[in-house]
């Protein structure tokens, strides 16, 4: 897969500050839903600052379909759509209006039947001619994406998107970049909901302390970094764990009726079958077992926690 966005050995360093940024290097792929995780401070709103024109690097290159962001802005910022975290938005211009504005800051002709269907994705054609002072924060939201989407760019950067938006315009929007990225269009996010993130990128990549910890297929990361917890039902309660099965990763329920235990995914042997032996040979009937992947937020806590110890 080709990729639309090349980043190498990008760094950058405030007047009056740490690091923001460590010579990250990625390639983003065209088409695909990459989300940025990272704490507070990590350098996820500066990289993607720096790759839309809005902050300059102190060093490093950056690409845009081929165009480089410095020497060939102009051509490379025609291809960006960006929704920022924060809502800054006219607040006595009608929605049809701000949209139809944006599309035209970038050089784009009029183009009345593409401003109609990207209020219509986003429900907001029915508010196209409420002034944005008058909408809900989720509304302002949307309209926030309407505008980046206003000149059909193929790459559009989500800043926390759905901050503030509640779980149903949340599900909605989500529905809205699957379209987009059916389309062709390239889709980088960073989020806090990290169940989001699972459940739609494609890729993931962590970034803490300006470092790009790591870049990987959302099913490989949770297959490489992920743990499972194996739940066990007994038949009847047990007052303690019998001593040949005591040990890391097990423990026993309050009520005694449920043994759980923690593995690595990776390791050529879980134990799992040696504890259902023991369990069997003492006698101790089993009712249940079910088992449970590790979240993406738990694998992201492991490994910003591991890196910062």
Not at 66 to 75: E, F, Q, S
Not at 175 to 183: C, F, I, T, W, Y
Request: with cysteine; net charge neutral.
């Amino acid at each position: 897969m080709t990729a639309i966005i090349e980043v190498e050995r990008l760094s950058k360093r405030y007047a009056k500050g740490p690091l923001a940024l460590d010579e990250v290097s990625l390639e983003v792929r065209e088409g695909e839903i990459l989300a940025l995780l990272g704490p507070n401070g990590a350098g996820k709103t500066t990289l993607i600052s720096i790759i839309c024109g809005l902050v300059v690097p102190t060093s490093g290159t950056v690409r845009v379909g081929g165009h480089d962001i410095r020497t060939d802005w102009r051509a490379a910022r025609r291809m960006i759509g960006l929704v920022p975290q924060e809502i800054a938005l006219e607040p006595f211009e009608k929605v049809a209006a701000a949209v139809a504005f944006t599309r035209g800051l970038y050089g784009a002709p009029p183009d009345p039947a593409w401003i109609e269907r990207v209020l219509k994705s986003l429900t907001l054609w029915d508010k196209r001619d409420t002034i944005t002072k008058a909408l809900s924060g989720g509304m302002k939201r949307r309209v926030l994406i309407a505008k980046a989407l206003s000149h059909r760019p193929r790459v559009l950067f989500l800043d926390e998107p759905t901050a503030g938006v509640d779980v149903q315009l949340r599900r909605e929007m989500w529905e809205v970049v699957r379209e987009l990225r059916a389309e062709g269009v390239t889709v980088i996010l960073t989020t806090h909901y990290l169940e989001e993130a699972e459940e739609m990128a494609d890729r993931v990549g962590v970034i803490d302390k300006g470092r790009l910890l790591l870049l990987r297929p959302t099913p490989e990361l949770m297959g490489e970094f992920g743990r499972k917890q194996l739940t066990i039902e007994l038949d009847r309660p047990l007052a303690a764990l019998p001593d040949a099965l005591a040990g890391p990763g097990l423990a026993l329920s309050p009520d005694g009726l449920r043994i759980t235990y923690d593995y690595d995914t990776r390791a050529g042997r879980t134990g799992i079958a040696r504890l259902l032996g023991e369990l069997a040979a003492r006698g101790i009937g089993v009712r249940d077992v079910a088992t449970r992947q590790s979240s993406l937020e738990e694998v992201f806590l492991n490994l910003v926690g591991g890196q910062a110890a």
